[in-house]
């Protein structure tokens, strides 16, 4: 909720966050199930990753944001 009314200016509604949340779910799963590819998209660029983060949550995340700010929405205000 917090991403869409930070990027969106609105919050999810529940079909949106219904779909959001389910593919957050199998991001996670597929991270915790491989943390290699957890290491390849949480540690692209010059910034360290915090003391304690999980990488496989942070990179489910990432995708999840990812995601958000490659809607139609996002990309083509009004």
Avoid: F, Q, W
């Amino acid at each position: 909720e917090l991403a869409y009314k930070i990027i969106l200016s609105r919050l999810p509604a529940p079909e949106e966050k219904a779909i959001v949340m389910e593919g957050l779910e199998k991001h996670i799963a597929r991270y915790k199930a491989d943390p290699k590819a957890s290491a390849l998209v949480v540690k692209v660029g010059e910034s360290k990753i915090k003391e304690g983060i999980n990488e496989s949550e942070l990179a489910a995340y990432t995708l999840l944001a990812n995601t958000i700010l490659n809607l139609d929405e996002t990309v083509n205000r009004n």
